[in-house]
Nanobody, 127 residues
Framework: QVQLVESGGNSVQAGGSLRLSCAASIIYGRYCMAWFRQAPGKEREGIGVMYLIDGSTGYGDSVKGRFTISRDNAKNTLYLQMNSLKPEDTAMYYC?????????????????????WGQGTQVTVSS
């Protein structure tokens, strides 16, 4: 079992920035971590994935060029730096880690049988 705790969510104006954190109890033996978001009435959307073996990342089209995933190995923490925020970025943001499955696509990680999830942190962007 892995515990994930997201933090850093806040209310900001459009064009602003936020950095979210995801502290994991342990990531040893895991293959990847990811950020997702879900707005009211919408499906959960994959933002990006980081492959833990080499730190490589991939992003969804809606955030590419604005959001950046990074990590602090010593703290078992994943970050999401969000710049040039837009009102449509308003959502609950979640992080996830694979259950040692090696399945690191967004479509795999969104499934609870493949991943552990945190409780989420709210981001609200006003125009």
């Amino acid at each position: 079992q892995v515990q994930l705790v997201e933090s850093g969510g806040n209310s900001v104006q459009a064009g602003g920035s936020l950095r979210l954190s995801c502290a994991a109890s342990i990531i040893y033996g895991r293959y990847c971590m990811a950020w997702f978001r879900q707005a009211p009435g919408k499906e959960r959307e994959g933002i990006g994935v980081m492959y833990l073996i080499d730190g490589s990342t991939g992003y969804g089209d809606s955030v590419k060029g604005r959001f950046t995933i990074s990590r602090d190995n010593a703290k078992n923490t994943l970050y999401l730096q969000m710049n040039s925020l837009k009102p449509e970025d308003t959502a609950m943001y979640y992080c996830a880690v694979d259950k040692r499955t090696g399945l690191c696509s967004v479509s795999a990680l969104v499934r609870l049988d493949n991943s552990y999830w945190g409780q989420g942190t709210q981001v609200t962007v006003s125009s």
